[in-house]
């Protein structure tokens, strides 16, 4: 295990942090970042832990392994983890990521292309400092499945792909409301737990691991909707989470309720808000763009004394 000093800079994504690991992590050699993501979750969990827990980090914290990428023509490979393990994708961390490439003069303006675990997106650092990311493909695999929930009886929601797996509800549970983040944490949490006890995955037996409820927007002037998510660490996204965005602009597609050339405004329980457009595929799934804007807000030196009991963060709970 390496103790050597880890430099990280941090930034917000429109509410949501990103920790980007800039050097000092583990060697997880030179394969495909999906190989890299499995040996950093085996051998060397106590790095996602040192950073996204307490007491460096808290629930919310997504943390971003900056990696020499594997696919031709990148600028760099990532590997997203949070509070509980490593994330399949994050477009908030992927903007956040961005932004502290810049900050760091690695990037200028201009398309770049990022190599992550579940394939090479493109993102744009536009002239007014938004990024838009290009995301992987996206479909929704399912409508309207129903899970009997406790206390709730039947919920019915989409299960898309976005780069994570979401369990989308409309119209369902609490008011989608920042007063009611307790409320909606208990339901979203045992939705959560349901899916897994009735065996409803996504594709592959892939845990429904992300749950997004929608409500309508405080200002129609400025959102088409406004949404709670509930993430794996059991924590809320403070943006309005961009795999979230991306699963809904493919549930909207698909339900003939958005086309090319057509914006929807997804804000965030904090009512930020990213912009989201859809590109059709010949196989009827859709690339997602979302855009929105990060600032780079801090930067760290994180030191491992072997006396400190919590050196290596202090396990989430979940
Ligand atoms: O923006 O994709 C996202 C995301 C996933 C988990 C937290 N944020």
Known sequence: MSQAPLHVIDSHTEGE???VVISGGPDLGDGPLAKRARILREKHDWLRSAVCNEPRGHEAM????????????CCCGVIFFNNVSTLNMCIHGTIGLVVTLAHMGKIGAGVHRIDTPVGVISAELRADGSVEVANVPSYR????????VPGWGIVRGDIAWGGNWFFLIDGQGPAVDFKNLEALTAFTWAVRQELGKQGITGDGGMEIDHIEVFGPPHDPALADSRNFVLCPGKA?????????????????????????GETWRQASILDTVFQGTVEELPDGKIIPRVSGRAWVNGESIYHFNPADPFRHGIPSPI
């Open 17 to 19: 942090p990103t920790r």
């Open 62 to 73: 997504v943390g971003a392994l900056l990696c020499e990428p594997h696919e031709p023509d």
């Open 141 to 148: 695999k399912a409508a309207a499945v129903p899970v009997d």
């Open 236 to 260: 809320y996204d403070r943006s309005p989470c961009g795999t979230g965005t991306s699963a809904k602009l493919a549930c909207l597609h698909a339900a003939g309720k958005l086309k090319p």
